[in-house]
């Protein structure tokens, strides 16, 4: 599978999908003037990923702002990998989110309560 | 002419003095872009580095804005008011400001943009929904929008006026004044507490 490496900027995020690494990792701000069209790609790639997922997958967000049109893509994003683990499929979401960030704390849980896959939470 | 000049440099200095009078520290009028969205909060993020303000309300103060300034960008394009002498599609007005004295301050974010008045109802609808809603009815309403919403056409998740109520836990304010038969400007008008939100 393609690798997919997007650098971030002020307002999209670092993104890295490796399949062959096992790396899935959204990173930075996002905020892109079309969030359609930034996150377009990225949908598609789990949507190829979910012929023949990893054994293990883990999808790590280390967010440090989003704003409301992102957080639909983020969701967006996240039924995808909801669909692999409902096919049998051993996914995990890692959730960073920086100490004294009650708002990304809440997002997280809002979103573990949204979709069917295990979440972990992690502060720095 | 010389009597016109002066006039002119006197209404910069009344511009001028209002500003400060109303400690409105940015007032813009015009197109609102993504370019423009990324300078004025670049802009604010700086001042309150500046005046060391606290991390939460910085974030906060952002985050007003950005919704604020999408929702402009994306709303206020379908509106073209130059007919009736109004500001052409994609215009508005926003402006930043600090509100109350030094003990109990506040951040204000103030936009205004034209509707139209067939569009009123379902904006005005939302907003009474918003406003009579607590802190856990708002999240609920949040996920439902996220779960059930889809993203328009120019990218908007009909998601930021519900999160603007989340995130400063401040009713909104808001004002329709008629323009004409057809037409309105819609008025609203965020605060951030200085104090620490519970």
């Known amino acids: 599978m393609d690798v997919i490496k997007i650098k971030g900027t002020d307002d999209t995020p670092n993104v890295i999908l490796d399949a062959q690494n096992n790396i899935i990792e959204f990173s930075g701000r996002s905020l892109p003037e079309d969030v359609a069209t930034f996150y377009a790609p990225i949908i598609e790639w789990i949507a190829q990923y979910a012929k023949s997922p990893n054994s293990k997958t883990n999808v790590v967000f280390k967010l440090e702002y989003f704003n409301t049109a992102s957080s639909k893509m983020i969701l967006d994003i996240l039924l995808k990998y909801e669909e692999i683990h409902k096919e049998g499929h051993d996914v995990m979401v890692s959730w960073y989110y920086q100490e004294d960030d009650e708002d990304m704390e809440e997002a997280c849980d809002e979103y573990a309560d949204i979709v069917e896959i295990p979440f972990q939470k992690f502060s720095y | 002419m010389e009597q016109k000049s002066t006039d ?17 520290t940015l007032v ?5 872009t993504h370019q423009i969205t990324k300078a004025f909060t670049s802009l604010a993020e700086n001042n309150m580095e500046r005046m060391s303000e606290d991390t939460s309300i910085k974030k906060k103060v952002f985050h007003v804005m950005v919704e604020c300034l999408q929702n402009l960008s994306k709303h206020s394009e379908e509106n073209d008011l130059t007919k009736y002498g109004g500001g052409p599609a994609g215009n508005g007005i926003f402006i930043v400001g600090k509100l109350g004295e030094t003990t109990n301050q506040q951040y204000h974010v103030i936009t205004g943009n034209p509707i139209e008045n067939e569009k009123m109802p379902e904006l005005l609808a939302l907003l009474e929904k918003i406003n009579e809603l607590d802190k856990e009815g708002l999240k609920e309403f949040y996920k439902r929008q996220m779960r059930e919403g889809t993203l328009s056409e120019k990218g908007g998740a009909g998601l930021g006026l519900i999160d603007i109520a989340r995130k400063t836990g401040e009713k909104l304010e808001y004002h329709f004044v008629p323009v004409d038969e057809n037409n309105s400007f819609f008025l609203l008008r965020t ?3 200085r104090k620490q939100l519970d």
């Open chain 2, 191 to 193: 605060k951030i507490s």
């Open chain 2, 28 to 32: 813009y009028e015009g197109e609102i």
């Open chain 2, 8 to 24: 002119y440099m006197k209404l910069i200095y009344s511009f001028h003095e209002e500003m400060l009078r109303n400690d409105f």
